[in-house]
């Protein structure tokens, strides 16, 4: 597991380790502000970043490099996860479009199925053409269930069926994928809302987990669509994607001091095994190196 | 809701003082707020560092025009200066028939939507042009094109080859056998870039002896956009950029890191989920966004067409006066609704996100009706709405009590900022 998220991040950890370290033993006057470069670079943002260097200021050089993954660590372990049971245990994973929903969906359904689980999908998104054959492919490919429906089909009536065949057919998680689309759509935040109300109602606890996927490239904007989300919904957890290539994913940091959810699963690939559970010291360290 | 316009009109204020020449000292402390609002908007760390040291330059010395202030002047400077660097809108080329457009671009930035909509586009301009799904590797990709193509009636190649060269190679041929003058090549966008894709990419590029080779960049993308976009040129060579979902809140400084990074032009921005929502690149606009200015022009423009001169008068003055009753308020939200696509309008405005929820039909017609449910004497007193009112409102207007809360609450601080702005504590500086 960490060899893969070691990989994943490799490009990543070599350019910020590196450079960090090597800026750190030259001690030189523009030592703060090469930090600097290499903290925004990682999209960690304006404020984590002047926080940082404030800290930064009050300490020797040489303990920079402990300080500044003391700092990511500590608010990336700040949050505790909760994980609530259920049978069906219902996922609904949340998210703006082109993040890798459906992806991240068939590669924890695979998981899942691993833990010898029976795996329902539920492909509510009835908006984006193709999802529904995306998921679908998905789900046989890790066998799972597939509850599908109609282009247009009203999310929240898919969901319920969903439940029902999940119950009916005695599954053990219930994986639902949403319509992606911008989070500043009103009538999106309400067809999700939605879809949380017709489960609760089948059961007060469901759904069990509310996931939002955030796309790793992302920049500052992803804490936009958190708060939007977690505000509409209440998440319990993030998936962060796309860590395989040159994105650092640094803005999920700021994402969870911001709203305090915590970081679930990594995803470092394109197959179906390249889902990792986070682990903060482990990202932080691959990312600084 | 109004907390990110408070905050922008106050840091503004902030820099309100003498005139004269722009000091060195004026020039270093607005540039260190530009500097910010820069690297929020996703501008990448050396383009940012390089930008400033641009403006710095320029700007130190340059005298402070009349009716500006420091700080306005030097963010004149800095709004040309980046209109400057994002180039001007440039039409595609179209040298021949068919004229090939290969799209390119990571997983997830848009392409297959962009692709219809550049279609749609085109077509519009009097073309006819023929979408190749070229992407053979993501599970229903070709689902994906095909259906959205479907709903415009845009003719799709759908013969499905393992091998993308070659599909392309004989989407091309048929294309001129049927005499499509526009082929539009929807590429494999992987989770990031390899060798693999690259190598792909080149192969199409070469077969297909393209018009154009267009990058779609998602706006919302962070310090990554540069690299993204320096392997393409590099690897690939593009020759325009498409920005996508700028329909969100994205403030888009990606854009300005691939321009200066490529060298190539925008040539376009996708700003909504509708098949017509692909733009022709305006840099004035984007400059403004990326700053987190609001587009004031665009917004004085469409606001002088539609808002009635009486209306803008009455409205203003019952803002000074801090006297605007829920009555004002509906009508204001039913006049901004006239000036057109209200999500649009009002995205332009600084902290217009936070007004976006208006934008919604069912959001407006809920206020209306709630507004319509009250007395002629609760719109204009609301403090004597309690909560039997509330309910008898609620039940009027088919809405809960929670949403007249919600009303009655967002009113309040609109309320509040009037009088604010009536203490003079903020300045009116676009006509409402």
């Known amino acids: 597991m960490i060899k893969k998220l070691f990989q994943g991040l490799a490009r990543a950890r070599q350019r910020l380790g590196d450079r960090l370290r090597r800026i750190i033993t030259r001690r030189d006057p523009q030592l703060l502000e090469e930090i600097e470069e290499v903290l925004y670079e990682g999209d960690l943002g304006v404020e984590l970043t002047e926080n940082i260097l404030e800290e930064l200021r009050k300490i020797p050089p040489e303990k920079y490099m402990d300080r500044i993954k003391e700092i990511l660590i500590s608010i990336l372990e700040g949050v505790e996860v909760k994980e609530k049971e259920g049978k069906p245990r219902v996922w609904m994973f949340v998210g703006v479009n082109g993040v890798g929903k459906t992806t991240t969906i068939g590669k924890i359904g695979k998981m899942l199925r691993k833990e010898g689980k029976r795996v329902l999908f539920a492909a509510c998104d009835t908006y984006r053409t193709g999802a529904q054959e995306q998921l679908k492919i998905w789900a046989e490919r890790v066998g799972a269930d597939i509850v599908l429906s109609q282009y247009g089909a009203d999310p929240g009536a898919v969901a319920f069926d969903a439940y029902e065949a999940a119950l009916h057919r005695g599954m053990d998680e219930l994986l639902i994928d949403t319509a992606g689309r911008l989070h500043t759509k009103h009538p999106l935040m309400e067809e999700m809302k939605k879809i949380k109300r017709v489960l609760s109602k089948k059961n007060p606890d469901a759904p069990h987990e509310i996931v939002l996927v955030v796309d790793g490239t992302t920049g500052q904007n992803a804490l936009n669509q958190a708060k939007s989300f977690h505000e509409a919904l209440g998440l319990s957890g993030i998936v962060l994607t796309k860590l395989d290539g040159t994105a650092k994913g640094g803005i999920v940091v700021h994402v969870v001091k911001e709203i305090g959810v915590p970081v679930r699963y990594i995803g470092v690939g394109e197959g179906e095994d390249d889902l990792i559970p986070f682990n903060p010291e482990e990202f932080v360290k691959a990312l600084l190196g | ?432």
């Open chain 2, 1 to 432: 809701m109004f907390e990110g316009l408070t905050e922008k009109l106050e840091r503004a204020i902030n820099f309100f003082g003498k005139k004269g020449r722009l000091t060195p000292k004026d020039v270093k402390q607005g540039l260190e707020e530009i500097r910010k609002a820069l690297l929020e908007a996703d501008v990448n760390y050396k383009v940012v560092r390089e930008f400033i040291k641009m403006v710095e330059e320029e700007a130190t010395g340059e005298r402070v025009l009349k009716s500006f202030t420091p700080r306005e002047q030097i963010l004149k400077i800095v709004y040309e200066k980046l209109i400057e660097i994002l180039g001007k809108h440039e039409p595609l080329k179209l040298s021949r028939s068919p004229s090939p457009i290969i799209l390119l671009g990571l997983q997830g930035s848009g392409k297959t939507t962009t692709a219809v909509k550049l279609a749609y586009l085109l077509r519009k301009k009097g073309k006819n042009p023929l979408l190749v799904p070229a992407d053979v590797k993501r599970p229903a990709a070709f689902e994906q094109l095909r259906d959205l193509a479907a709903r415009y009636d845009f003719p799709v190649y759908d013969k499905r080859l393992p091998d993308a060269v070659k599909l392309s190679k004989l989407a091309l041929s048929m294309a001129v056998l049927k005499r499509y003058d526009v082929v539009i090549f929807d590429t494999a966008g992987r989770l990031h870039i390899d060798e693999e894709m690259i190598e792909e990419a080149r192969k199409i590029r070469d077969t297909v002896n393209y018009d154009e080779l267009l990058l779609v960049v998602d706006a919302m993308t962070g310090q990554d956009a540069v690299n993204v976009a320096r392997e393409f040129q590099e690897k690939v060579g593009i020759t325009g950029v498409i920005l996508t979902k700028l329909d969100g809140d994205a403030r888009g400084g990606a854009a300005l890191s691939v321009r200066r990074i490529t060298g190539k032009p925008i040539k376009y921005i996708g700003v909504g989920e509708k098949v017509e929502d692909l733009e022709e690149f305006h840099p004035e606009r984007l400059a403004s966004r990326i700053l987190g200015m609001g587009d004031l022009a665009t917004l004085r423009e469409k606001a002088k067409e539609a808002i009635e001169a009486e209306h803008a008068r009455r409205f203003q003055e019952k803002m000074l006066r801090a006297e605007l009753t829920l009555e004002d308020f509906l009508e204001h939200i039913k006049q901004i609704k006239r000036m057109g696509p209200i999500e649009e309008l009002i995205k332009l405005l600084p902290g217009g996100k936070e007004f976006a929820r208006y934008a919604d039909e069912k959001m407006l017609k809920k206020t209306e009706a709630i507004i319509n449910s009250m007395t002629p004497e609760e719109r204009r007193n609301p403090k004597i709405i309690d909560g039997s009112r509330k309910r008898r409102i609620a039940r009027g207007s088919g809405t809960t009590v929670q949403d007249v809360n919600q009303l009655l609450r967002e009113y309040e601080l609109v309320v509040k900022l009037m009088k604010e702005m009536k203490k003079g504590k903020f300045p009116l500086r676009f006509p409402i």
